[in-house]
């Protein structure tokens, strides 16, 4: 059962397969990384949360709280997940809109798209930088962004460009992975995410190496950085309450968040407020 909440210092910083200290990436390098991880994103996803993340979306686009013909940009879409499972709940006479600003990942989300059964409504995958996002005011019922937040340069820019192209009314909901605090998921989770994760990232960074030197290139340990730097940007990110907090600041009202998966995953909500309220 997911706790419901209304609205209120990371260990020491791992290391890259260099040995590097992973810092905060600028926007640039995050880029760069997610357009390098492109193709193993995916697969890698299923089995560091055991297929679980596509429930976890779901979860969140029902927080968006739309419906059919209704009008949702989901930011940070990556190869497309959630814009995919929006599109089923505009359908008929809606409209998604996913972007994102690494070109890797929307040709991902582009081709899964493709594929995926037409049920009337097929979201529509552009570039867009969510620091300035290309929207009118007002011009969605909702915004979402999942797993995309704390990768933002600046995560209350981020927020107030979801609020201004939401009409008053609708709804801005982030979908993040979150700390658990207590034992044992909290211990659990320190084991899986510290040590298994950057293995797994080690591993798909050996096989990404191997097959692209066998084109001629060098994908491997940019693939094994990306997933050691992945703990640290969760453990960076505000926790629920200071989350809630920063939605706030953003000119968000009736923010509420709910945390479920254990502890791990936190879905926060909030309205945009009617114009001169
Ligand atoms: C961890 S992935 C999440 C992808 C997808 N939303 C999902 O649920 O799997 C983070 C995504 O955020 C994107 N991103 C990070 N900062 C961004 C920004 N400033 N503008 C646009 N996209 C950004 C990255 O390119 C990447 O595709």
Redesign the pocket.
Known sequence: MPARHRAGAPRGAPSTSEGRQVGKLQ?GQ??AM?DRIAGVYDPL?TVMTAGLHHRW?ARAAQEAQVGPGSRVL??????G??AIELARRVAPGGEVIG????EG?LDRARAKAATVGDAGVRPRFEW????ELPYTDGSFDAAT????AR???DLGR?LAEMARVVRPGGRVVVLEITNPTRPPLSLFYGLWFDRFVPVLGHLAGALGGLSARMRGGAAGSSIADAYTYLPSSVKRFPGPRALAGEMERAGLTQIHYLITAGGIVAIHAGTVPAQGA
């Open positions: 926007a995050v880029r997610f996803n979306r989901d930011v940070a879409t990556g190869t997940d959630m972007s994102d600003f690494a990942m867009a930088d969510a620091m962004v999942g797993f995309g990768n933002f340069d981020g």
